[in-house]
């Protein structure tokens, strides 16, 4: 059973149905389903489905490429070159009578090993061959987003605009992660699912090993806790699997887990101990395509002052409860509800989730079709009278008003107290002071919990309950 992705079946389908030979790439970050939608898509039904081996030299990729050709019916030699192997491909093809030959190649990136000559083989079959047919769908997947962004999509030889689909696989939002636990009847109220969310993001992969007979701390602790626990090591995984060098960009992820607003360029060079050239521009590139940072501005400033974030949801919880759990709990998480440490964490974790459904947010503002920018805002600390003050999330938008989207966690229904009025009060004060801005200032309050009906609620122009992110 497939969740969501909709748009994305619809661009894969208009390929297929296409009067040319198409090639499409299919990308997205580690477990997040792509090898899944290709497949149920087109029913586990191809001319030809390989994938590549991870971590292997050359002569196993090609033993694997002569065992995925007998698989489809076709019995070769061993190739010794990957023009060779294509050619064994070419053959394949020739005897299929389908009237689209679907060729899904998965985890591509893992074949292009050092001096394979891979790329070139690649440019050779699709150039000098497929794209003059008419019958070829060429479907390429792998989890290695930079490779697939930058050897295929920005390539700047032979396959130079040769990818005519290109077809990113995110992350579930809360929406499709709501519809997975109805369809695996999870029993899980919303609370739960944010929560849930908050932990493992919208990765379908982690949401299946949630049993459903467990509550949702003791599943937390088996799967992240427990040593034998199914995403245990997953940190470690996560990173190696994606990049041929991980080291520096879990330096990079490593300093930005320890800033909660994000750093600049030369701030994250700085905390994370790498040399200071244009890789580090090409990782944060690839970070952000993977989807585990993002980068923005603080409004008034210009692209050069961008500020890296950490957003990936599993990420987060790791370095604030994996990585230090000197005490090898098994039970962590059921011992740590209700803890400050917890709620800590909830109110952050939160935050990453509101970040992730800013399109949500605009659709409960009614500002969906207003051309808008998202950013942020943070004034530094004057004296001890002028502390510093912060807004993770403001939209800026066409219509001549500024959000200033105030976020905040509770289980139980919120007040909003004299104390906190005056801190967000004061919070548009100074914006306002230092920005001089042209535009209505609106403040807009999301609450995780209903939130209670008083005289400094009015102080808001919109309250958004957590539900809107489901929408």
Known sequence: MMIGRIAEKEKLIKAYESEYSQFVTVYGRRRVGKTFFVRETFNYTFTFEHAGLANSPMKKQLKAWQSSLKNAGRKVALPKTWIEAFDQLKDLIKEDCSSKKVIFIDEMPWMDTLHSGFIAALENFWNGWASGRKDILLIVCGSATSWIINKLIKNHGGLRGRVATKINIKSFTLKECEEYAEAFKLGMSRRQ??????????????????????????????????????????YDDLYASLFRNPGPYIKIIGALGTKRVGLSRDEIISAAGVPDNGNVSTMLEDLEYCGFIRKYNHIGFKKKNAIYQLMDPFTLFYFKFMQNNERNDEHFWSHNQGTPLYYNWCGLAFERVCLHHVAQIKAALGIEGIISNVCSWKSESIDSNMKGAQIDLVIERNDNVIDLCEIKYTKEKFTISAEYNENIQNKRARFIEELKPDQAIHLILISASEVHRNDYSDEFQKIIHADALFL
Not at 200 to 225: C, E, H
């Open 193 to 234: 699912i944010l929560e849930s969310y908050m932990i493992m993001g919208g990765v379908p992969f982690y949401w299946t090993f949630i049993d459903r007979g467990k509550s949702l701390a003791q599943n937390i602790d088996d799967m992240f806790f427990n040593p034998d626990g199914d995403l245990h090591n997953e």
